[in-house]
């Protein structure tokens, strides 16, 4: 259930991410909520997470969802460079993150 918990608290904060964005950009009440309540779903289930797991593995694990997520979702939605190296960078932030699965 930690796992799962991790990789839920890895999608909020790839969410909250995108509201950074979305605020920076449109200004609106909606955008500020949204972004308040996935950092908060964020920490909520990092926080749970973290009664089983290790420290360094859940955070590692955590930022790494965040950082590839936030990095496909900017190219998806805001039409952010699709670069090769990118695409082959974030490839290995997520091999990183399932090795450190495979070895915890």
């Known amino acids: 259930m930690a ?16 509201m950074i964005n979305k605020l920076h950009r449109d ?3 909606q955008a500020l909520i949204l972004l308040i309540i996935s950092f908060s779903a964020s920490f909520l289930f990092l926080a749970y ?5 290790p420290m360094g593995i859940s955070y590692a694990i955590w930022t790494g969802i965040g950082a590839a997520g936030g990095a496909i ?5 805001y039409g952010e460079s699709k670069e090769w190296k990118r695409i082959m960078f ?4 997520l091999g990183a993150v399932i090795g450190l699965k495979l070895v915890s």
């Open 3 to 18: 796992w799962a918990s991790l990789i839920v608290a890895g999608i909020f904060e790839m969410l909250g991410v995108s």
């Open 73 to 77: 979702l900017g190219m998806i939605l």
């Open 49 to 53: 997470a973290m009664r089983s797991l």
């Open 27 to 29: 200004r609106n009440l």
């Open 90 to 93: 974030i490839t290995m932030i």
